[in-house]
Structure formats: C-alpha cells, structure tokens
C-alpha cells in the first residue's frame, strides 16, 4: 500500500518582501500578537501595504482572537 502525503504549497502574502503564509505562523509562533509585530517579524507590510489585510487574516485565525482586537499597522502604506 503506498500512501502519498500532499503538503500544501506556501502562498505569498506580501510580494513586496515575498514573505509567505509560513512566515506569518511562525511570527505567531515566535510570539507576535499584533499586526505590527508580524510585520516586524517578517518584513511584510512595510512597502505598500497590500498585504496588511491578509496578514491580519492569518494573525486572527492562527490565535483565534477577534479582528478587532489587533492593533493595526504603524506607518504601514496606505
């Protein structure tokens, strides 16, 4: 019997810095609880701000928090 494992493919988030799903789970992993603090992290959301939305998206269904509750962006591209 051969069991094949699909591992889902990381999708870029930020293509400014070309910082993907992974590195956002692993800026929450690592603590940050904030948008700001995942763009610290990573490096996204500091060029033209498009990502901003989705990274919020992420940080809200890796911890489970209500959106509301994150601070947003400081001098992120508007």
Known sequence: ???TIH????VIVCHCKVVN?????RAVDGGARTVSQVCQATGAGRDCGSCVFTLKRLLCQ?????RDSFVEVEGAAS
């Open 62 to 66: 890796h911890v489970g928090l209500a």
């Open 1 to 3: 019997m051969n069991v």
């Open 21 to 25: 799903d992974e590195a956002v789970t």
């Open 7 to 10: 591992r889902r493919t990381p």
